[in-house]
Every structure is written in C-alpha cells, then in structure tokens.
C-alpha cells in the first residue's frame, strides 16, 4: 500500500524509511510495528504533554490517547510532512482539549509562593518551578491562547511551527499570540511577576 | 523589567526541567486490541440491522401501495343507494 501523495505531480515527500515502513506494516495489521512506532515517537510526546499538565498520571493518559487517536487515524496519514508532525499535530489536539475541559471545571491552582531561586548557584532559576509558575499563568488564559502560548514559550516553536502544530494559519496564529501576550502581560502585572523575579539573570 | 521579558525568562528556565518517563506502548496496544474486537463483535448485528432496514423498507412500499387502492368497504354498501331515487 503506498502512503505518499502526489499533489498534481509537484512534489512528493517520503517520510524516513524506518516511519514509512512501520506505519504500512500497521496499517497491514502488524501491531509489533505501531509498538515500535510508539516506543520511537513517545519521549517526545511525552515532552509535549507534560506542557499541557503538570501531573504525571494525567500526562500518562494524555499519551495514551494520543497514540490511540493516531492508531485509529493511521490511514489518514498521507505523508505529505513527517510523521512526527503529524503526531505532534494530534498531539496538540489532545492537549487543546485537556485545557477546555480545565476550563470547564475552572481547575485554575491558587498562586502559590513562588520561591524559584534555585539551591545551587549554578542555575539562577529551578526549571521545574520557573515551569510550574509559567503554567500557573498559562492556565489564566483562555483554552485558545494558552495553547499558543504554551507552545511558543515551553516547546520554543516558531509562528509557522503553532501553525502546523495547531492548523491554523500563520496570520491567524501571529493575531492570536499577540492578543494572548496582552492578556498575559495583563494578568502578570497584576501578580507583580516582573518585581517579584526582577533578579533573574 | 518589561512583564513579557520575564516571563520569556522563566520559559528559557522551564524548557530545561526534568521531564517524566513512562512507557505506553503495552496500555495503547492493549486499547487498541480491544476496540477491534469491539468492532469485531458489532459486526453481525450490523448486518441484522442492515437486513432488517431492507426488509421494513420493502414492507413499507407494498403497504403504501396497498394503502392506495383499498378502499372503504361501506362504499359498497351506499353505491346503489345513491343512485337511487328517494322518491
């Protein structure tokens, strides 16, 4: 079964060859090959999750119904970008809706007191504290930009790698991270982050 | 300090924490198994269900056509009456 497209003969991507050959082998039913698929891709999902829950039974669950939804959605796949785009893509999906169903619940943590000087003085900042602080004032924002937000400050994506990430434009993604930078610039102040942590080098 | 430096501050921070590691390839494989078998299962009630929809709909189109020519059986009765004349 052949996985590439051809779009009116202009190009046509390959994926690595070892993607290329565990997913026809899924689709043909060999489940050993997704296993290696998800034992290959996971560390990095596991990375992109953990950005959208601090928790690690949530991210455990958020994982698994990442690479179930990829299972499920396999044939979709067309190879026009890397596998792991597409995944992360998916990803992205999961995450977005963990942070809508956070809203409706309005599971936002209270502030705690923030102490994220680090012991040694060789790190300025502990990141996990710098992260769970990040992720506090994240979670003020709204499901949409907090998305964008988490993965142009945790993940370091550029506007075109959201824009593949979450599907949207790059126009509609530049738009929504300027807007989200206002409401959390807003949200900021008005903890004092800038004085509290005005140290940091 | 401008708000928006210090967080992009805190985000260099955070991109370097310590990440959890956990296998799930076992669970997903596991899940996936079972919603196959899910589907496996649904399979002939899906035909009877299909089975069943064509043979309502055969049923339907006789008896609408049915319903069509019947015709009331008391119209038998007062046909010749109305013919008739009274006086």
């Known amino acids: ?91 992205s999906r999961v995450g977005y809706r963990h942070f809508k169903e956070q809203d409706k619940e309005k ?36 499901a949409t930009d907090r998305l964008a937000l988490t993965l142009v400050y945790l993940e370091d994506c550029s506007i075109k790698d959201v824009a593949v990430k979450t599907g949207w434009s790059a126009p509609a993604v530049k738009m929504r991270l300027s807007r989200a930078r206002k409401k959390l610039k807003e949200i900021a102040e008005k903890e004092k982050i800038s004085e509290r942590f005005e140290w940091i080098p | 300090m401008d708000t928006l430096k210090t967080i992009e501050k805190l985000a260099k921070a955070a991109r370097s924490e310590a990440l959890p590691a956990f296998d799930v390839s076992s669970y997903v494989l596991g899940q996936t198994r079972m919603v196959q078998v899910q589907r496996a299962n649904l399979l002939p009630f899906e035909f009877f269900a299909a089975l069943t929809a064509v043979a309502a709909s055969i049923v339907i189109v006789l008896s609408v056509s049915a319903w069509q020519t019947i015709i009331n059986p008391m119209t038998q009765l007062i046909a010749p009456l109305q013919e008739s004349s009274l006086w």
């Open chain 1, 1 to 91: 079964m052949s996985i590439y497209k051809t779009v009116a003969g202009s190009y046509n991507i390959a994926v690595e060859n070892l993607d290329n050959n565990d997913i026809c082998d899924s689709l043909a039913g060999d489940s050993k090959a997704f296993e290696r698929l998800v034992i290959r891709y996971q560390p990095r999902i596991i990375r992109l999750m953990w950005r959208f829950c601090r928790d690690r039974q949530t991210c455990e669950r958020l994982v698994q119904d990442v690479f179930v939804e990829a299972y499920f959605s396999l044939k979709t796949y067309k190879a026009k970008a890397p596998f792991e785009h597409w995944l992360s893509r998916i990803a």
């Open chain 1, 107 to 142: 599971q936002t943590l209270p502030l705690p007191d923030f102490d994220i000087a680090a012991a040694d003085s060789q790190q300025a900042v502990e990141p996990e504290k710098a992260a769970e602080l990040l992720y506090w004032l994240l979670a003020k924002l709204p």
